[in-house]
Every structure is written in structure tokens, then in C-alpha cells.
T-cell receptor, first 114, second 114 residues
């Protein structure tokens, strides 16, 4: 069964540095999402992306965050200047062109900010 | 806006006993409902979905959930649990139009005891 893949599995970064989290969604999917889960807390929606543009973003997704689909396969989340509170597990998800189908999640990237 | 409540943060249960994990939601619009399971160091895997039709939905590994619109609930049940069911279970809701972003509950950690 096709999978969503995320790299790296663990990223350790100094506060203030830029970080890029990478995702390869399932190939025929058209809806893409990023979520994050701070340790011990719920999974929170960050941003959705459709038709090469952001379709919705949460209040968490401020100017430090950006997303990009640089080619036909990758979907990236960039945090421009990381803060300690950005430490979390970041999940990428995608769903097929019908949109209302369940989202498929990657295994996540654990981001640790020092 | 939508919200999801999973009142039980942890549920211990003996092997072969039945279990119910509770999920209640709040929404001013029609919703889709989902249960996802997360095993340690893995991503979120779809367990069940309710999109429309029969209010009782079943998974291939013996779980079922029933959509109850009047009680705004989508409780997850299994008549006989196995050690391998030990995991964290997340209930999620999305709207039936727009970005289909998920709103998650806080999760329930199911621990099956021998």
C-alpha cells in the first residue's frame, strides 16, 4: 500500500536556525497537510495545501512558517527561525482528489530545538 | 468551529475483555468522523471512518464505532482486546466541505494487560 514518507525522522537544531521538514505524499493525492504534536498534547492542525496554494492555516502557522511543493513529489515545511516551543513531532498527511477521503499520515519528524 | 473530547486519557483493560473508548464532538456543521491508532514511534493509522450511510462502521481487526448524531458521539468498541491493541487512539472530526482539516481529540492510551 502506498505510504506518506517523511524525512528526517529526527532533527536536532539550535534555536534561531532554519529547518526544513520534508514529506513525499502519496502520488495521486492532491490535498496536503501539516500537523504537529507537542509532547503530551493533542495533534494540532497547522496548514492545508491544495492546488499549489495554502487553503487554510491555523493561528500557530505564523510568518515563521512556510510550505512549498517544489516539484511534483515533495511537500516541505520550513520554519525560518526556530524557537524552543517549536519542539514537537510534525506529521505530514495527504488525501486523494476527492478530498473527503481519510488522510494518510507519515511517521512524523521529531524536531528538537536546543 | 469543531471540537473533539476524549474524556479518558488512559484505559487499562485485561486481555480478552471488552473495551469502549469514548469520543464526543461539537460542530455547527455536518461532519466526518475518524478513529486513528498510533503505535509507539509510528505515525497515525486509520482505524475507522464515518462519512455517510450506516452509522455503525467496522474495522478489519474487530473494532467498531457508532455515529450517534443526537448524542454527538462516535465511541470506539471492541468486544475482546488483545495485547497487540495496546496503543494510543485518536478521534478526529472534519467538516464535509472546504479543506477537510482534522480536529483531533487529546487521545486515549489503551493498555491491555495480560
Amino acid at each position: 500500500e502506498p505510504e506518506v514518507t517523511q524525512t528526517p525522522s529526527h532533527q536536532v537544531t539550535q534555536m534561531g536556525q532554519e529547518v526544513i521538514l520534508r514529506c513525499v505524499p502519496i502520488s495521486n493525492h492532491l490535498y496536503f497537510y501539516w500537523y504537529r504534536q507537542i509532547l503530551g498534547q493533542k495533534v494540532e492542525f497547522l496548514v492545508s495545501f491544495y492546488n499549489n496554494e495554502i487553503s487554510e492555516k491555523s493561528e500557530i502557522f505564523d510568518d515563521q512558517f512556510s510550505v512549498e511543493r517544489p516539484d511534483g513529489s515533495n511537500f516541505t515545511l520550513k520554519i525560518r527561525s526556530t524557537k524552543l516551543e517549536d519542539s514537537a513531532m510534525y506529521f505530514c498527511a495527504s488525501s486523494d482528489p476527492r478530498g473527503n477521503q481519510p488522510q494518510h499520515f507519515g511517521d512524523g519528524t521529531r524536531l528538537s530545538i536546543l | 468551529a469543531q471540537s473533539v473530547t476524549q474524556l479518558d486519557s488512559q484505559v487499562p483493560v485485561f486481555e480478552e475483555a471488552p473495551v469502549e473508548l469514548r469520543c464526543n464532538y461539537s460542530s455547527s456543521v455536518s461532519v466526518y468522523l475518524f478513529w486513528y491508532v498510533q503505535y509507539p514511534n509510528q505515525g497515525l493509522q486509520l482505524l475507522l471512518k464515518y462519512l455517510s450511510g450506516s452509522t455503525l462502521v467496522e474495522s478489519i481487526n474487530g473494532f467498531e464505532a457508532e455515529f450517534n448524531k443526537s448524542q454527538t458521539s462516535f465511541h470506539l468498541r471492541k468486544p475482546s482486546v488483545h495485547i497487540s491493541d495496546t496503543a494510543e487512539y485518536f478521534c478526529a472530526v472534519s467538516g464535509t466541505s472546504g479543506t477537510y482539516k482534522y480536529i483531533f481529540g487529546t487521545g486515549t492510551r489503551l493498555k491491555v494487560l495480560a
